[in-house]
């Protein structure tokens, strides 16, 4: 039944302009204009609802489509399909620059950015003359398709959804994809993407550019459509309503983005229509009522009205058992390992200071290959810092980092996970919302190479399954085989470690850094996992383990570095270090 | 251009400059108290000086509507949630402080003759109108999701600006006004003609910075602001309600945009929706100095000002283009100076 929705929703559209009377000219044109504004809205998805950041600029984007062929079409006669191109790669080299500028500092300098952007490119729309100023430019030639002028609204209706819907699966495409998970991962904070090898940076400029490039096609066709163009349509006001319509549509949602337009165009029709006389003015005065409800939505529903729409129609006409499944495929490739006893990790006389404070102190040790080394000692001393120095979370002040062999305290930390080291976290970073299969996926991020282009036309699909099994075997292996399709946050604490372990796994790492991974488990989880720890040791992994739990550590350790205030305390086998009087003074205190 | 001319257009750069500085400041403080990136401040500039000349024209302004209904509706959610709680009794408390002024003032402003009175008290009662607006909207708009990601409050910001001008359409019209000066007349420089009413612009700017940073050096509340902006979770733990912090900087913003509003009344006219790009002047040198700093953020809304007189002479159309471009810049050198933070721990 569900299967059916889509072709259903597809041949409805399909059928609009047939069966609507010739009468009905308004409903067709609304209809495209629906569509136009749900393509910038779906950019916006992308930009916001996934990757969490967002712009207020969009309009500005689709004034650069619009503009572009519109000057290009009417003063020069080229043909529209070529400034199309045209327009596309200049609203690309206007993104990648902004996004340059703007992405890489704090969330919301972007859209302060943008908002800069979009009122600048307005009045300049409005002022350069050979663009015709506020009045505009006329007389843009209809696009021809196949030798076909697509001159009535009708005709156009079909360009218009049949852009959208590309759009609207080159999207899902994206989004189901090793690239799609790297984007939602930006959501979660850079620290654990980037961590798992993702370039951050690059990704935000991604789908920044894509975003604009929706917003281009959309003004192209525009222009196309309407034949003729001046400023408004492309000020920070329309800019401002994008937004509300992903917002209130669902801005997490590929479909969010078709409801929101739909919605507030219709109501925006209805209330230009009802207001001016409701209140004896004439004015724009729907968006008193558009910002109340973008507030409530904000209040209430922050998600948006297609998560709650849905909620209800699964309550109605449920999704009919569960089809999720990982297909078989070829394993991935392994890297080269190190001999075991070879040693793999060196810190030297590494310090750490924030400020005035020194949190390491030239602390020195090693890891070797196919060991399991605990870096134990009381709270606050410094362990999840030397965690963050060696994996280039925050580098160290002082010292040297080596990993194979190589400096690498200044390398960034997804660099140093390329190279073969991974880690987990002290507080749990999974993204709650995604599945436990999802998330482990993106440990092995680093061992695809398919980008978004090839997955939004779905050329990625042989190395996804790939990536999937990899990241189902490092479930199974972990033993939360029964929750690979649970959502992440669902799990209690103590598993959602676990899950992080396996995520690190997926990356086939040759060094793993665990920072507290029994906490929160019981008895004989913790058992499991030791036992999971040593099969990982004999097949040469090398293991750095930050633990609370003395029973644990000293039984699974090879060998142990003490910390106490951030300098090492004590080094040695396990025995030698339950003995060592420093120690038991640091843990018990002293005897007077 | 000659010296006279330059003059002149210096004048008029560090009359904007001033109000634009104190724009900024007022927003680097929401900002750092709340997270809230404030996009509707440039309404209370719109909003002040429109409720002043409805004053004077001796008509009810109709803003004074709005603090009466945003009152009445905290009325209801302050009420409801303390019927819930069992706290019935805080229920005269609830309605006083959010219905005592407005309604005080709904009583009085029709009852005496406004446009006759001097124009100090004319500001006065513009203030007393238009100022508890910036706590209503903090606790109606803001309050609830306090916690929420800068992305969702910006968002909202966005949202609250686009209902406050569509108010301010119904409230006053699509017709600009100017308000008379607080002195009417100019001074003879010999090289220059100054205009009293930039002195004022001039004198009350940088009394009200001063005050600013007397209240924030000096005064137990300023402390608590600046603590908030430090650490909210800290200043929570020390007792300091972050709610009281939240509407004290937004009365403080409100103000200060308020004021604004009436001190460039009387030099520029304005409309229900001149306060938007006046706003974001302000925001163009907020940003310069980082969101953060209070002195580069003045030094450079001045600098804002200054570009903005300079090139409305050069190329006056282009004046908001060269104006909003020059925050691609000032970006770009932020971005490649500043250290690239972590948002986490």
């Known amino acids: ?592 | 251009m000659d010296f006279q001319i330059a003059l002149l257009l210096g004048q008029d750069g560090l009359t904007n400059g001033a109000i634009y500085a104190l724009l900024a400041l007022a927003l680097v403080l929401v900002f750092a108290v709340t997270r809230v990136i404030f996009i509707p401040q440039g309404e209370f500039v719109a909003y002040g000086a429109l409720t002043l000349a409805m004053l004077q024209a001796g008509k009810l302004p109709a803003t004074l509507w709005m603090i009466a209904a945003l009152g009445a509706a905290i009325v209801v959610i302050d009420g409801a949630i303390a019927i819930r709680h069992g706290a019935a009794r805080r229920l005269p408390r609830i309605v006083l402080s959010n219905l005592g002024v407005p309604l005080a003032l709904l009583l009085i402003v029709p009852n005496i003759n406004a446009a006759g009175l001097p124009l100090i008290a004319q500001i006065a009662l513009t203030l007393a109108v238009v100022v508890p607006l910036g706590p209503m909207i903090y606790r109606l708009a803001y309050q609830p999701i306090a916690e929420a990601p800068v992305l969702i409050l910006l968002i909202v910001s966005v949202a609250v600006h686009v209902v406050l001008i569509g108010l301010g359409l119904l409230f006053f019209g699509a017709e600009g006004t100017r308000t008379p000066a607080f002195t009417d007349g100019t001074l003879d420089l010999g090289v220059t003609m100054l205009q009293y009413q930039t002195l004022w612009i001039l004198a009350i700017s940088a009394v009200l910075i001063v005050a600013l940073y007397a209240f924030f050096g000096r005064t137990l509340y300023g402390k608590a602001l600046r603590a908030t902006a430090l650490n909210r979770t800290g200043a929570r733990l020390m007792g300091i309600s972050t709610t009281m912090a939240g509407k004290l900087s937004f009365t403080l913003a409100a103000m200060i945009g308020t004021f604004s509003g009436i001190l460039i009344s009387p030099i520029t006219t304005l409309y229900y929706d001149s306060g938007f790009l006046i706003g974001l002047k302000g925001f163009v040198g907020a940003i310069i100095g980082g969101l953060a700093s209070y002195p580069v953020a003045a030094a450079g809304a001045l600098l804002v000002g200054f570009l903005e007189s300079y090139s409305s002479f050069y190329a006056s159309a282009y004046k908001e283009v060269i104006v909003f471009t020059l925050i691609i810049p000032v970006l770009l050198w932020r971005s490649l100076t500043s250290h690239h933070s972590e948002e986490e721990e």
Request: charged share 15%; net charge neutral; hydrophobic share 50%.
């Open chain 1, 1 to 592: 039944m569900r299967r059916l929705t889509l072709p259903l929703f597809v041949a409805l559209l399909a059928l609009v302009p047939v069966v609507l009377p010739s009468s009905a000219e308004f409903y067709v044109t609304l209809l495209n204009y629906i569509g136009l504004y749900a393509l910038v809205a779906l950019g916006l998805v992308l930009l916001t609802g996934v990757g969490g950041l967002t712009s207020f600029g969009q309009a500005a984007f689709v004034g650069v489509g619009a503009y572009t062929t519109a000057w290009l079409t009417t003063a020069f006669g080229w043909n529209p399909w070529l400034t199309l191109v045209i327009a596309f790669a200049a609203t690309t080299l206007v993104a990648l620059a902004l996004g340059f500028i703007t992405l890489r500092m704090g969330g919301h300098y972007l859209p302060l950015g943008t908002i800069a952007w979009g009122i600048s490119l307005y009045f300049l729309f409005g002022n350069i003359e050979s663009f015709g100023g506020h009045t505009g430019l006329g007389g843009i030639p209809p696009v021809s398709l196949f030798g076909m002028e697509l001159k009535s609204g009708r005709e156009f209706y079909y360009l218009i959804w049949i852009a959208l819907m590309l759009g609207v699966v080159a999207t899902q495409n994206l989004l189901d994809s090793r690239d799609g998970r790297a984007i939602r991962a930006l959501k979660g904070g850079v620290v654990m993407a980037e961590a798992m090898g993702v370039n951050t940076a690059w990704y935000k400029i991604v789908i920044f550019t894509i975003a604009a490039q929706f917003a281009c096609v959309s003004g192209w066709l525009y222009a196309h459509l309407q034949r003729f163009v001046n400023p408004t349509p492309f000020s920070l006001t329309q800019g401002i309503e994008y937004l509300f319509m992903a917002v209130i549509g669902g801005v997490g949602h590929v479909w969010g983005a078709l409801l929101g337009a739909g919605l507030i165009t219709i109501l925006k029709q209805w209330l230009q229509d009802l207001l001016p006389k409701l209140l004896g003015q004439s004015g724009n005065f729907e968006v008193i009522v558009f910002g109340l409800v973008m507030i409530f939505v904000l209040h209430r529903a922050r998600d948006g009205l297609w998560p709650v729409i849905m909620q209800r129609i699964e309550r109605f006409l449920p999704s009919g058992g569960d089809s999720r499944q990982v297909e078989p495929a070829e394993a991935l490739p392994r890297r080269d390992r190190p001999v075991g006893g070879d040693t793999i990790l060196e810190v030297q006389q590494v310090t750490k200071r924030f400020g005035g404070l020194t949190a390491n102190n030239s602390v020195s040790f090693t890891v070797r290959a196919g060991e399991v080394m605990a870096l134990i000692g009381p709270n606050g001393a410094g362990k999840s810092t030397m965690f963050n120095c060696i994996s280039g979370v925050n580098p160290p002040t002082e010292g040297e980092v080596r990993f194979l062999g190589q400096r690498v305290d200044r390398l960034l930390s997804r660099e140093i996970a390329r190279r073969g080291m991974s880690r987990t976290f002290q507080h749990v970073r999974l993204l709650p919302t995604m599945s436990v299969l999802d998330n482990v996926a993106i440990g092995a991020h680093l061992r695809g190479s398919r980008h978004f282009v090839h997955a939004s036309c779905r050329l990625d699909r042989d190395e996804e399954r790939r990536l999937r099994a990899e990241a189902a075997k490092q479930i199974e292996r972990v033993g939360l085989a029964e929750h690979m399709f649970d959502a992440a946050g669902s799990l209690p604490l103590g598993k959602q470690r676990i899950v992080e372990i396996a995520r690190a796994l997926a990356a086939d790492p040759c060094l793993l850094l665990l920072d507290e991974p029994a906490a929160g488990l019981r008895y004989l989880e913790k058992q499991s996992l030791a036992e999971l720890l040593r099969k990982l040791r004999s097949e040469g992994i090398g293991i750095l383990l930050v633990e609370h739990d003395m029973d644990f550590v000293m039984g699974l350790a090879d060998r142990i570095v003490v910390m106490e205030f951030g300098e090492k305390l004590a080094e040695g086998l396990p025995k030698q270090i339950q003995e060592d009087p420093k120690v038991l003074q640091a843990y018990l205190g002293g005897v007077e």
